[in-house]
């Protein structure tokens, strides 16, 4: 017997979930939910002051003021890795590229920490003593030594982001337009915006969205041409020097908790300028300078989960965006989706006024 033909009481929604925002958080979101056999809208604006698209794509486990591991270090490079492997597969391109980092002792006693770190179980896998000849990092001064983390990666996000971009732009699937407040239509049973509904919004605004417990913290990043530095290795001392390849490099960053929409800053520019000069005895010609506001939280976790009944949240990746992101899609999706209870150190409510 055909099943009963019911007059419909409520609009079917012409998507399973919409979002708002497309930087790391949306793109990843929405290609996890894709995934899954989702119906996903995505709406995105650029906006001056974005994260994202300045954001020098590392992976790095190691908190280096304190030589220890980031938060939950293991579980999140892993996730990571296998993520945007697959999404390499599934775009036919190469985004993840695995490289160590080289940590230049300023001093001798930096380089004895080093030493004892290395012992410490939890680390040992992570971290060990730099060789006396290292050919990845060849002609760098570093009388005190280095030290090496392990593990680390650099995301290709520019190519990521484009690569997405013009793949959901092509479907159809992603629209380029602002959604303001009063875009969004709570209705029984979900939400909607223009002409697209669905049962869950996500918001993946980044340093844009009004919520609380979220903080902006700007950093400025130079593109630099260094003729003749031959680095296979990222380098810190300082800052960080990430190698592109043919002599270029990016140089990042600076943290900045005032003034956050100023854009690029000339004193930014010179202190990065000068932090790669010493490092490398060498100076640099600046092929771009940005800046970019980073979605923080105040105690550094990311902010997770239902703000209303049809609305979720997806931000405060802070300064480790790309080794957080997959885990954080994970967990939102299987939250909000298959009503998995959401882990309290990521949710958004713990700072609910
Ligand atoms: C200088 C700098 C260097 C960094 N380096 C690294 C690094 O090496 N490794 C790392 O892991 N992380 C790094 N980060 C942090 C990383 O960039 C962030 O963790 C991450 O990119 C945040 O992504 P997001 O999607 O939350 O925000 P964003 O990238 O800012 O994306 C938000 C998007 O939403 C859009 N949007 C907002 N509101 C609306 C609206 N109402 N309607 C439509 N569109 C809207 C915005 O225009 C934007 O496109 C760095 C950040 C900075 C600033």
New binding site residues.
């Given amino acids: 017997m055909d099943p009963v033909r019911r007059p419909d009481i409520r609009p079917v929604a012409s998507f399973d979930v919409i979002i708002?925002?497309?930087?790391?958080?949306?793109t990843v979101l929405s290609e996890t939910l894709q995934e899954r056999g989702l119906r996903v809208r995505v709406?995105?604006?650029?906006?001056t002051g974005?994260?994202?698209?300045?954001?020098?794509?590392?992976?790095n486990p190691i908190v280096l003021r304190r030589a220890q591991p980031s938060w939950r270090a293991s579980t999140m490079l892993a996730i990571a890795g296998a993520f945007y492997r697959e999404l390499e597969q599934r775009y036919d391109e190469r985004f993840w590229h695995p490289v160590n980092m080289a940590i230049i002792f300023p001093t001798t006693k930096d380089a004895g920490i080093w030493r004892l770190h290395v012992r410490d179980p939890l680390l040992r896998r992570l971290i060990e003593e730099g060789p006396e000849a290292d050919p990845t990092i060849e002609g760098l001064e570093r009388p005190y030594g280095h030290g090496i983390v392990n593990r680390c990666a650099r995301l290709d996000l520019p190519r990521m982001l484009d690569a997405h971009r013009e793949r959901w732009l092509g479907s159809g699937a992603l629209v380029e337009?602002?959604?303001?407040d009063n875009d969004i239509i709570h209705e029984e049973g979900g939400v909607r915006i223009g002409e697209d509904s669905a049962p869950m919004l996500v918001r993946?605004?980044?340093?844009?969205?009004r919520i609380d417990g979220l903080s902006q913290v700007?950093?400025?990043?130079l593109t630099v041409r260094i003729p003749g530095l031959r680095l296979k290795s990222v380098v810190h001392r300082g800052v960080f020097l990430i190698p592109l390849g043919e002599d270029r490099y990016r140089v990042?960053?600076t943290f900045e908790w005032n003034d956050v929409w100023t854009g690029p800053t000339a004193e930014a520019r010179r202190w990065l300028l000068d932090q790669v000069e010493r490092m490398t005895g060498r100076s640099a010609e600046v092929e771009e300078h940005s800046?970019?506001?980073?979605?923080t939280s105040r105690d550094r976790r990311p902010l997770l989960g239902r703000i209303a009944q049809h609305a979720a949240v997806f931000?405060g990746?802070?300064?480790?965006?790309?080794?957080l992101a997959p885990w954080c899609a994970q967990h939102l999706a299987d939250h909000v989706l298959d009503g998995v209870p959401l882990d309290p150190e990521v949710d958004v409510a713990r700072f609910a006024s």
């Fill in positions: 708002t925002g497309r930087g790391l958080a949306g709406f995105d604006m650029p906006r974005r994260s994202s698209h300045v954001a020098g794509g590392l992976v337009r602002t959604v303001e993946c605004e980044g340093p844009f969205a700007r950093g400025d990043m990042g960053s800046a970019g506001v980073r979605p931000n990746l802070g300064s480790r965006g790309v080794m």
